[in-house]
Every structure is written in structure tokens, then in C-alpha cells.
T-cell receptor, first 113, second 112 residues
Framework: GNSVTQMEGPVTLSEEAFLTINCTYT??????LFWYVQYPGEGLQLLLK?????DKGSNKGFEATYRKETTSFHLEKGSVQVSDSAVYFC????????????FGQGTELSVKP | DADVTQTPRNRITKTGKRIMLECSQT?????MYWYRQDPGLGLRLIYY???????NKGEISDGYSVSRQAQAKFSLSLESAIPNQTALYFC???????????FGPGTRLTVL
């Protein structure tokens, strides 16, 4: 079945450092891919998405490119801020799956001043 | 006002008790979902509903039941709560075939 694997956390970075959070997936067909962010004490918010191969999703300085050849959707940001501290979830929605999301286990990011 | 609300936000209960978690939405979306979040496991789907007459089990539905009372309301029940149902529960909505799901703020449930 469909699955998502993320790099384990926690990830601790200094402010202005470069961020990469790896995400790989297993799915049949052509899933849509998502990154959600969960700030402390809050629900999940969609950060960015990509619906077909080679699409690049971007938002708030974060980017991720849908790579079908490597079944990956890695999240990157060139310069993180303290306010980016949160848990990041990679997720997919498969073909004909009723919109169900399959989530990775989440990666906690802590950014220090 | 929040588009997707959940009540209660926090609940502590005892083993064997019946618990209902409620979700309401003002987005007018037809699809609603219940997930649970456990540390290190991400979110897993419990139940989902395409409309008031269409309820489907997710990957971890055992020990749970749901009710779609109206398009805007989707409740999750634990008939007889057990400690391993201690988790953070999220409701989400989606409109038709659009990709994005919108999440509520979550309910933290502790079963003693």
C-alpha cells in the first residue's frame, strides 16, 4: 500500500541555516504530495503541495519538488527563522483514494537564535 | 472564527467510559475526516465521510464509531475507552476533488 517515510527528528538548527527535511514515498499511480506544518499547540496547516511530477510547491520561503524518478518530495528552506520551529509532516493523497491522506511520522524542527 | 472547530479541546477520562468528540465546520465542505496523532507515527485515518449517508472506515477504525449528523457535523465516539486510545485527535474537511484538507485545532484525549 501507499506509504510515506520522513527523516527522523528532532532537527536543531541555528537561525539563518539551510534546512532540508527528506521525504520519500511509495505509491501506485500519480499521487499528490503535501507538506503540512504543525506549530506548538495548533492543528495542521498546509504549507505547500504538488500534484504532478516535476511540480515545485513553494510558500513562505519553503520549497519542495515532486521527483517521480526518486519518489521524493524533500522540503527545503534557504534561511530558517526561530518562528519556523514546528513539526513538519509529509503526506500523499493517492489516486482514487477519496482524498485520504497518508502521513509520514513527522519531523520536529527547532531553530535556535 | 475558526472554520473547523473541535470540542472538547482537552479531555481526561477513565477506562471503560464512553466518550464523544465533536467536529463542526463552516466551510461548506462535503468531505470530513477523523485522524489520530501519536508521537513517532504521524497521523492515521480513523473514519471518513463523503456526505451524511456515506461513512467509511479508515486504517484504524476498531474501537471507534462515527456519526455524520449534518453536512457540517461529524462526531467520533469511543464506546468504551482504553488507555491506548490516549492521543491527539484531529478532524479535517475537504471539498470534493480539491486536494487540500483543512484541519481543526485537535482534541487531546487522555484515558486513565
Amino acid at each position: 500500500g501507499n506509504s510515506v517515510t520522513q527523516m527522523e527528528g528532532p532537527v536543531t538548527l541555528s537561525e539563518e541555516a539551510f534546512l532540508t527535511i527528506n521525504c520519500t514515498y511509495t505509491a501506485t499511480g500519480y499521487p499528490s504530495l503535501f507538506w503540512y506544518v504543525q506549530y506548538p499547540g495548533e492543528g495542521l496547516q498546509l504549507l505547500l503541495k504538488a500534484t504532478k511530477a516535476d511540480d515545485k510547491g513553494s510558500n513562505k520561503g519553503f520549497e519542495a519538488t515532486y521527483r517521480k524518478e526518486t519518489t521524493s518530495f524533500h522540503l527545503e528552506k534557504g534561511s530558517v527563522q526561530v518562528s519556523d520551529s514546528a513539526v513538519y509532516f509529509c503526506a500523499l493523497s493517492g489516486d482514487n483514494q477519496g482524498g485520504k491522506l497518508i502521513f509520514g511520522q513527522g519531523t520536529e524542527l527547532s531553530v535556535k537564535p | 472564527d475558526a472554520d473547523v472547530t473541535q470540542t472538547p479541546r482537552n479531555r481526561i477520562t477513565k477506562t471503560g467510559k464512553r466518550i464523544m468528540l465533536e467536529c463542526s465546520q463552516t466551510k461548506g465542505h462535503d468531505r470530513m475526516y477523523w485522524y489520530r496523532q501519536d508521537p513517532g507515527l504521524g497521523l492515521r485515518l480513523i473514519y471518513y465521510s463523503f456526505d451524511v449517508k456515506d461513512i467509511n472506515k479508515g486504517e484504524i477504525s476498531d474501537g471507534y464509531s462515527v456519526s455524520r449528523q449534518a453536512q457540517a457535523k461529524f462526531s467520533l465516539s469511543l464506546e468504551s475507552a482504553i488507555p491506548n486510545q490516549t492521543a491527539l485527535y484531529f478532524c479535517a474537511t475537504r471539498q470534493g476533488s480539491y486536494n487540500e484538507q483543512f484541519f481543526g485545532p485537535g482534541t487531546r484525549l487522555t484515558v486513565l
